[in-house]
């Protein structure tokens, strides 16, 4: 039931997004976001669009894939779009019956924060879709290896979310043969109340729990059989090089930076 | 010859989580030599003591009396501990719980970057490693991905690229299907022959201890035999009252002298036995 689970969302490829250093794409991803909340007015998100557009086109990721990463927010932009629209009573009337009243100033800020939130959820899939969890890792670590000399734990973390991923579909699979061995003994997974559902999930969780346990004992032993003391002194294999592509990704980012900042001085 | 691992009257107790704690000796005084380059299978049933001696090679036991020295180096030393371990890898009995990346050449790497080795000359010695048991053509893969003797042989390049004078290996082989067991073997045995690499073997399996140049024998935390594979299995009443087996062969052979055959009595591996038997029948 369980097979084949991919991580996260990374969708391979050999783009020129995809081979762009993943500290500046995470970086960049940031301004992004902050870019989307410069824009003032409907011609500064204009650009956040097109500079959206522009990237995904770039980076060769199919169109269903980014229709999926909008599906769960659907329900939550229509509902926010549908507050907006309903209750902000200020500007010209627009359309009235009954108790209904529709005013200018609440379409424009419904579909202002529609396609904002629509730019930046997108915006930062692209991210994840081109990026792998264990690049974004290395990635966030490296950025933030300032921090360590405030005593922030880094490296800990950075290791933690690195053995995380790594036994995720080991649990996974696990989790599977339990299951398995339960019903083997006559528990009833998926019939009864929510209440008996519930308590079935008990027996999967018990030895779930165990044997992680047992599994991280283990693997601190092997680890430390492999000379791992902390992150100090340590090295890396792959190194990350910053490439003139990123140099270019940065003035592309820039170019519209400037773009909002010029709509927002000439339009109100 | 030199001796590499050298462990002189060891004493070692695991405290069980009662209340009052209760002390479980281990090992009870175990003195045992290793020289460089040997092939040592270590045999003993469960809780003989044998994988907690291994532990005690690693510096990840430390010993309550007596003292182990690896390369000349003590354990006890916590200055000399990366080099110790260094020296002497350990690869563990799962496969799943030893690998730490999820990418197969990073896992490799891990132990190097722990270590502070320069990027070239780690991804130097992950090829190398990879190449060595033959994982060279998986080197992106998933480690999930792979089959239990794949996962075991990327654990050993782990530890090959710490490029070590000994390898421990705790029951390697005894999560695997036979195929993986055979891919774990060789890869032991060539790395022993072409690279000259001391190895520890602690097996159940009495067909891997046979393939090695030395047997020790555990039992209650002691040291009950120590010989070639032949001296230790033509024992076999030995080996029985110690809760142990004998190869298959050689417990055929046992039973046809029982019975009034004349064979020898030495007998370990299939050839041998095929060649004594046509010999007896022709």
Not at chain 1, 30 to 40: E, G, N, R
Not at chain 1, 206 to 222: G, H
Not at chain 2, 84 to 90: C, L, P, T
């Amino acid at each position: 039931m369980f097979k084949d689970i991919t991580l996260g969302q990374f969708f391979p490829g050999d783009s020129v997004i995809h081979k762009m250093d993943p500290r500046v794409k995470l970086v960049l991803t940031v301004l992004f976001i902050i870019m989307l909340f410069m824009a003032k007015n409907i011609y500064g998100l204009l650009v956040g669009i097109a500079f959206t557009i522009i990237s995904y086109l770039l980076s060769r990721i199919p169109f269903s894939m980014i229709l999926k990463s909008m599906k769960p927010i659907i329900p939550i932009v229509t509902f926010t779009a549908v507050l907006n629209v309903f209750f902000i009573r200020t500007g010209d009337l627009l359309w009235s019956w009954r108790f209904i009243k529709i005013y200018n100033d609440a379409v424009n800020t419904a579909v202002f924060m529609v396609v904002r939130i629509v730019c930046l959820i997108v915006g930062t899939s692209l991210l994840t879709y081109t990026t792998s969890p264990i690049d974004l890792t290395d990635a966030i670590e490296r950025l933030l290896s300032p921090l360590k000399r405030i005593g922030a734990p880094v490296h800990e973390l950075a290791m933690m979310m690195t053995i995380a991923l790594r036994f995720i579909p080991t649990l996974i699979e696990e989790t599977d043969k339990i299951m398995n061995a339960q019903k083997a003994r006559g528990s009833e997974l998926d019939t009864g109340t929510f209440k008996e559902k519930v308590r079935g999930m008990v027996p999967i969780f018990i030895p779930l729990f165990v044997s992680s346990f047992r599994r991280a004992e283990e693997l601190a032993t092997a680890m430390e059989c492999r000379c791992y003391h902390g992150g100090e002194g340590r090295t890396r294999m792959k190194q990350m090089s910053t490439a003139p592509r990123d140099w270019f990704a940065c003035v592309y980012v820039a170019v519209f930076w400037a773009g909002i900042i010029v709509m927002n001085m000439f339009f109100k | 010859m030199q001796v590499f691992l050298n462990a002189d009257n060891v004493r070692f107790s695991y405290l069980s989580d009662d209340e009052p704690p209760v002390k479980n000796e281990v090992l009870k005084g175990v003195s045992l030599k290793v020289e460089k380059g040997e092939f040592v299978a270590v045999l003993g049933h469960n809780g003989s003591g044998k994988s907690t001696l291994a532990k005690c090679f690693n510096a990840i036991n430390i010993p309550e009396s007596g003292t182990v020295t690896v390369n000349g180096m003590d354990t006890k030393d916590d200055s000399r501990l990366l080099d110790i371990r260094k020296s002497a890898g350990m690869v563990f009995q799962n496969p799943d719980n030893q690998i730490v990346a999820t990418i197969v050449e990073e896992d490799v790497a891990f132990a190097l970057e722990n270590l502070g080795v320069e990027p070239e000359e780690i991804r130097k010695r992950v090829d190398v490693s990879l190449k060595l048991v033959d994982m060279y053509d998986y080197r992106m893969h998933a480690p999930h991905k792979l089959s239990g003797g794949q996962k075991q042989r990327v654990a050993i390049a782990g530890i090959l690229a710490m490029e070590p004078e000994c390898i421990l290996l705790d029951e390697p082989t005894a999560m695997l299907d036979p195929r993986g067991r055979t891919e774990v073997m060789e890869t032991i045995k060539q790395l022993n022959e072409t690279k000259g690499t001391t190895i520890v073997l602690i097996t159940h399996y009495m067909e891997e201890a046979a393939q090695a140049d030395r047997v020790v024998v555990i039992d209650g935390g002691e040291v009950m035999l120590d010989g070639t594979p032949k001296e230790i299995f033509s024992q076999v009443e030995t080996m029985k009252n110690l809760g142990l087996d004998v190869p298959q062969v050689t417990e055929l052979v046992w039973r046809l002298r029982k019975d009034g055959y004349d064979l020898p009595a030495d007998i370990i591996t299939e050839d041998e036995c095929v060649e004594a038997l046509a010999g007896l029948m022709s």
